[in-house]
């Protein structure tokens, strides 16, 4: 198994189609009803996908078949999307859904280790973990000797999932530039993510090949632009990508386009003044249920209303923080209104440690870094040091005299600027902040390589693998159900080669609700004669 | 450790100098001139500075242990100097949407990290009184910061417990703005005019007196009837009736005399009384008037003809201003003119004939009094603010050199220490050599999508100018 996953994301080519794996040690002999069954239970690619996935499934031990056989896979590749998507279809009896990973490395949770272990899940749940652990007799077996699990990694914010809208030109002209329309003036906090969500975004494609298996996803827009939702990062439709739980209400310091509230300043404003207004409306609509006698109804809009639960502090707000003066601003109303506040980004956040820290807030920073500055793009990490070591805080320089000198000086000044933007992860774990990642505005494809940089950088691996597992599912409220791989958690899962840190490791498979996801085939999913390992995170 | 690591310790301790609370605010400046400003000027005189405050005036002091000692002789001291007018140390400047925007604060969008702050602290400036633009009637709430270079959370750059200020504006910029706004989609709105001007005005107050009482009324039922109804809230008129409560000091942009006087009736109409006219290029024209009313003038020495409604102007402004009995600063408006304040106070005095302690009192406590921060800064009196400029020369003198400033006994400049770099915030990604703008009074857009945003509706109007005044733009 690991020799033939090497080989396919190394670039080599793809396996013969003429070989279908047996899983090698699977206890099941392949035929065609097997193969029928692996799929339905969920086991092969993603399931919209699924008419090209079992074609190529890895095999460097199969046995080879038939012409019979060929041709019942290319029965099986004309099947429609659903057929397979579905767990349990009527159409396909499923055999079994039940996977056992034998002999991996598991890494339970950050510390947590089981050196050689095997994971069983059963119907997208984890049925058990353990050293010594009774493989059930249904299983398909995974030989899991010289790979890691890890439990699937967890964005605590992205718009992934949901394609940005086209280019659409001028706004919308309004009569009143001052008071325009709440849409648009980007104020819909009463919108969901959900119903835009689609499991055929580029992006999601990416993003689990990353190790991602569930997200936060945040509706696209301006201020308010409407709830988000946690998702798995895979499903046969969009609603079958949600998951139960808290839909925080998101909010982000974009203003409108040539309306009301257009700057940072005047999206503070409103937002004081939806809550503040909603708040009374609030008082007004209890009033009102208890006893209307002597009342006017309460005037009623779907945006106040969506403040009600916030209010109550049923409901968080997700803030997205683009740079360190934003999260003075998101604090400063958070202390304004006492509404229960998610901070995510932090860019710049190195500044703001001991304020965020004391304030308790739950906090998802983000895996996003600084470009290097251009003249730094192709020079060794070695040398990079170099130029720091270099940098003299106390230059007065007469430019007219020495112009290279005080652009050397400049220069290195911004490789230290650069370094505080990679080390604040490493600042927040040393403070004892406990924090989640977040992924939005990140291409998923710079997520290792940015992790790898945080922590070279001094951020410890299990605190940077926490914040992707641990601390995301307990910011999400979903620790019951993610996060770590225990017994009666969600089979989502990360099976590497390698520490997932390590630059010479791989993603050999994601498993999302107990559905397999390789890289191999998510890179040929969609885009035929595609090099399968240029979506492969690690490389 | 690792090498990196071991760069950020390093790299640490390097700029830890910039922390205000990491140094003392402890500071003895020996044998000065020391201009006071409110007690005249003290020859061969120390300042001691503890805690961040005065303590001190005399000759021969006794330097408590380990206080660091600066040597003035044949320097001169003057109290740090105060700008009644600036755009600096702001994230955006303009919510240009609406011509009645008093709910925004520039309280929510203060920028410790803008080098303005240090470039001016170079000047000898250590408190700005930082303002939304003009496009507005009545814009947002203002900041008066003081010059804490180094600091990097906005609050630690506040005038703790400074007197709320709005910005007003009349003329030219917002009818321009609002008035004969064509494209983007929205047409025109009031007012087009300087009649409209004052019927913005009126309305936004008469909203702000009814909301008042509409809320005084419910706060009266409210404590006997638990089933009271409150009024709709509303943040902007909120800040109305603060301002007729007289919570909040009115800071207005205007240049012509009639327009100057139209406000003081509006506010007359409402008993605000507490009115700092700023630019007030036609002041001169009204100066009894402005004096009978109580307003204050915060105005250019020599700046001008930038539009049509800033031609009538002149240089003695300031002179005739003072000579009438207004209390009357120099402002910069500028991130530019903010390094040589001393300068525009010289050259009103120069032109006319005022003393030294009138030409200084316009850059330190007469604006002070402006912003109602006059009991702690604005001179050097014993239990003020340790806010302290250092020249080589009269500061009045055309050849005088800003050499120290210090903001509550913490030094921020010193000519002989000024680094080539001296940013806090550095840009990773920028190419050095580029030239980084900054936010001055010309520039009053937040952001690249902002400026967009804002030039798809001015794009017919051939020129933005939001505050008035462009030859430092270009």
């Known amino acids: ?539 | 450790m690792n090498k990196t690591i071991r760069f950020f310790l390093i790299a640490l301790l390097a700029v830890g100098f910039l922390t205000p609370d990491a140094i003392a605010q402890d500071v003895l400046i020996r044998n000065a001139t020391v201009l006071t400003v409110t007690n005249g000027t003290l020859e061969d005189t120390d300042v001691l500075i503890t805690d961040g405050i005065i303590a001190e005036i005399g000759t021969d002091l006794r330097a408590p242990r380990g206080i660091s000692e600066f040597d003035a002789s044949g320097k001169f001291v003057m109290p740090g100097i105060i700008d009644a007018h600036a755009h600096i140390a702001l994230s955006s400047v303009n919510e240009s949407t609406s011509p009645v925007t008093a709910e925004v604060s520039m309280e929510d969008v203060t920028n410790p990290y803008s080098l303005g702050i240090y470039r001016a602290s170079a000047g000898g400036v250590t408190v700005s009184h930082i303002m939304h633009g003009s496009a507005n009637i009545i814009g947002g709430q203002n900041e008066t910061i003081k010059h804490r270079w180094g600091a990097t959370n906005p609050d630690d750059i506040r005038l703790e417990g400074a007197p709320r200020t709005i910005k007003f504006a009349l003329g030219e910029n917002p009818t321009r703005v609002h008035g004969r706004r064509a494209s983007g989609g929205s047409g025109a709105i009031v007012p087009a005019t300087r009649m409209g001007v004052e019927q913005v005005l009126h309305s936004a107050f008469e909203n702000g007196k009814r909301y008042m009482e509409a809320w005084n009324a419910y706060n009266a039922e409210a404590a006997t009837n638990p089933r009271a109804i409150p009024p709709v809230w509303n943040e902007r008129l909120e800040v109305m009736a603060d301002i007729l409560r007289g919570e909040i000091l009115v800071h207005c942009h205007s240049y012509r005399a009639d327009e100057i006087v139209m406000l003081t009736r509006v506010l007359g109409d409402y008993g605000v009384d507490r009115i700092t006219f700023q630019h007030a290029n036609e002041a001169f024209k009204v100066a009894p008037e402005l004096a009978e009313f109580g307003a204050h003038a915060s105005v250019f020495a020599d700046w001008w003809s930038y539009k049509f409604e800033v031609y009538y102007s002149t240089s003695y402004n300031a002179a005739i201003l003072m000579r009438n009995g207004v209390l009357t600063s120099i402002n910069s408006d500028s991130a530019e003119l903010n390094r040589h304040l001393y300068h525009e106070a010289a050259k009103s005095q120069r032109y006319g004939d005022l003393t030294d302690d009138e030409a200084l009192s316009m850059i330190t406590i007469n604006p002070a009094i402006q912003l109602g921060i006059q009991d702690r800064v604005g001179s050097i009196e014993i239990g003020k603010d340790g806010d302290i400029a250092v020249f080589d020369s009269h500061p009045l003198s055309i050849y005088t050199i800003p050499v120290l400033t210090f903001v509550d006994g913490v030094k921020i400049f010193d000519r002989e220490n000024d680094m080539d770099d001296m940013r806090v915030d550095i840009n990773p990604t920028a190419e050095v050599g580029e030239y980084e703008g900054q936010i001055t009074g010309h520039d009053h857009m937040h952001s690249n999508e902002e400026v967009a945003d804002a030039m798809s509706f001015f794009e017919s109007v051939a020129k933005i100018d939001f505050d008035g005044h462009d030859q430092h733009n270009h």
């Open chain 1, 1 to 539: 198994m690991s020799s033939s996953s090497a080989s396919l994301t190394t670039g080599q080519p793809k396996p013969d189609l003429l070989y279908v794996d047996t899983w090698r040690t699977s206890r099941h002999r392949t035929h065609l009803d097997a193969l029928k069954g692996l799929d339905a239970g969920g086991m092969l690619g993603t399931p919209s996908r699924a008419h090209l996935s079992p074609t190529l499934m890895p095999s460097f031990r199969g046995i080879r078949l038939g012409a019979a056989m060929l041709a019942a896979l290319i029965w099986l590749s004309s099947v429609p999307d659903k057929a397979f998507g579905q767990k349990n279809s009527p159409d396909i009896p499923v055999v079994s859904n039940v996977v056992a990973i034998e002999n991996a490395r598991i890494v339970q949770a950050p510390g947590r280790v089981i050196e050689s272990g095997t994971v069983v899940f059963r119907d997208g749940v984890i049925t058990a973990v353990g050293r010594r652990v009774d493989v059930p007799y249904d299983a398909h077996v995974i030989a899991g000797d010289s790979l890691t699990v890890y439990a699937g990694f967890i964005d605590a914010l992205s718009h992934v999932g949901i394609p940005a809208p086209r280019n659409q030109g001028q706004p919308e002209s309004v009569p009143d530039r001052s008071n325009p329309p709440f849409d648009r003036a980007g104020i819909t906090p009463e919108a969901s993510a959900r119903p835009a969500l689609n499991p055929e975004h580029d992006d999601l494609e990416k993003l689990r090949l990353a190790g991602f298996t569930t997200v936060m996803v945040a509706p696209r827009g301006r201020m308010l632009p409407g709830q988000a939702t946690m998702a798995l990062s895979s499903g046969t439709n969009g609603s079958d990508m949600i998951l139960q739980g808290m839909q925080p209400m998101f909010f982000q310091f974009r203003g409108a386009q040539g309306v009301y509230p257009g700057t940072p300043m005047a999206i503070m404003s409103k937002f004081r003044q939806l809550f503040r207004e909603a708040d009374r409306r609030m008082k007004l609509e209890a009033m009102y249920a208890e006893d209307p006698n002597g009342l006017t109804r309460p005037p009623f809009d779907a945006v106040h209303e969506a403040f009600f639960p916030v209010i109550s502090r049923e409901r968080h707000v997700l803030v997205w923080t683009d740079e360190v003066l934003e999260i003075h601003r998101a604090m400063s109303l958070q202390e304004d209104l006492g509404f229960s506040m998610i901070l995510a980004g932090l860019s710049g956040g190195f500044d703001t440690v001991d304020k965020v820290s004391s304030s308790g807030l739950p906090i998802a920073l983000t895996l996003d870094l600084p470009d290097k500055p251009r003249f730094a793009a192709k020079i060794k990490q070695d040398s990079l040091q170099h130029i720091l070591d270099s940098y003299n805080e106390e230059t007065r320089t007469a430019t007219y005299r020495d112009v290279e000198a005080e652009k050397d000086n400049l220069e290195a000044r911004q490789l230290w600027s650069r370094n505080r933007y990679v080390g604040t992860a490493a600042l927040y774990e040393e403070a004892g902040v406990p924090f989640a990642f977040t992924t939005m505005g990140v291409e998923p494809g710079d997520v290792h390589e940015n992790l790898r940089e945080m922590i070279a950088a001094g951020l410890s691996s299990d605190a940077a693998l926490a914040a992707l597992t641990t601390n995301a599912a307990a910011l999400l409220n979903a620790s019951g159900r993610m996060g770590s791989v225990e017994t009666g958690k969600m089979a989502n899962l990360v099976v590497t080669e390698g520490d997932v840190f390590d630059q010479d490791s791989s993603v050999k498979m994601i498993f999302v609700a107990g559905q397999l996801h390789e890289p191999s085939r998510e890179g040929s999913g969609n885009r035929s004669g595609r090099e399968s390992d240029e979506t492969i995170p690690n490389r």
